[in-house]
């Protein structure tokens, strides 16, 4: 089929090289979301996926709506069968909708209709969800309701951050779409509307979202973290000043002897625990406010806490 493929970040990269490898589809447009500031810089950069359709010499359509007219116009004089979308990142519209001949197929990192919207992964491993998946289905007008193609399953590793279990979907769901394109083109797949029950919903983590809340008890915080690793990235405050944390572990806390929520302990050198609404954490990775990634030891060993000293 000829395809034209809609996506943007680095996590629809695995199913735009799949479709480009496949001997039986034709990738003859890629449409992404405009050039943006990126990075510490702040300078415009190409999204991921226009990058790679560039290097393919792919022609690459980047609306600022969906329903542009100039974009329509286009899509249309290209005329794909299918257009096959993972993250593009917009809404599309009725007109976009109804131009390829077999519609628009997405790759959503969810088992649906659970986890509809912009964060599946990262609501699932907030959750503490022990499994989760990808499904491709028919884009329709209402977010994320269409007729379901096919999906697949995956285990939540105890330790998955959202990027740990995004890239693995990633690469699963990239061979799930072709299989699912083959089967529309074979006209051996059929869409099965998503069932009634078991609706829910993932809109995006906001920053603050995010702070960590060391009330509530350690797995929470756990799964905060790994959930916000790497974007947008769990914090704290101390000394009035954020500091971003990386992955965490449990650790243990005599009965007699408890660790305030918050509270900053060193019990040995290389160890720095953080009081919760159970046990302690053990602080791995570190960002503080205007500095790179360090290690939770280098850390303290330059901050030297105070006695009683504490996260907000």
Request: charged content about 20%; overall charge neutral.
């Amino acid at each position: 089929m000829r395809l034209v493929f809609a996506g943007t970040p680095e996590v629809a990269l695995p199913s735009l090289r799949a479709l480009l490898d496949s001997p039986r589809h034709e990738v003859v447009g890629v449409v992404t979301r405009p050039d943006r500031p990126a990075g510490r810089g702040r300078q415009v950069r190409p999204s991921p996926v226009r990058e790679l359709a560039g290097g393919h010499g792919i022609e690459v359509l980047t609306p600022v709506r969906a329903g542009d007219p100039d974009f329509l116009e286009r899509l249309a004089e290209i005329a794909p069968d299918c257009c096959p979308v993972v993250a593009f990142g917009a809404l599309l519209p009725a007109p976009a909708l109804d131009i390829p001949k077999h519609g628009w197929v997405n790759l959503h990192f969810s088992l649906l209709p659970a986890y509809r919207g912009a964060a599946p992964v990262q609501r699932s491993v907030l959750a503490g969800d022990d499994v989760t998946g990808a499904s491709v289905f028919q884009i329709e007008l209402a977010m994320d309701s269409g007729p379901v193609y096919g999906v697949l399953t995956e285990r939540i590793r105890p330790t998955d951050t959202s990027g740990d279990l995004l890239d693995r979907l990633a690469t699963a769901g990239a061979r799930l779409l072709v299989a699912v394109l083959d089967g529309i083109e074979d006209g051996t797949v059929e869409a099965r509307p998503q069932p009634a029950d078991g609706v829910s919903f993932a809109p995006k983590l906001t920053v603050d979202d995010v702070r960590v809340d060391w009330s509530v008890p350690a797995p929470a915080v756990d799964r905060l973290v790994r959930a916000a690793t790497p974007a947008p990235g769990a914090w704290t405050t101390l000394r009035g000043r954020r500091v971003k944390l990386g992955p965490v572990r449990l650790g243990s806390a005599s009965p007699a002897d408890p660790l305030p929520p918050g509270r900053i302990a060193v019990p040995e050198p290389g160890s720095v625990l953080v009081g919760t609404g159970t046990v302690p954490v053990v602080l791995g990775e570190v960002r503080p406010e205007g500095r790179g990634a360090m290690p939770a030891a280098d850390w303290i060993r330059g901050l030297r806490p105070g006695a009683g000293e504490a996260f907000a």
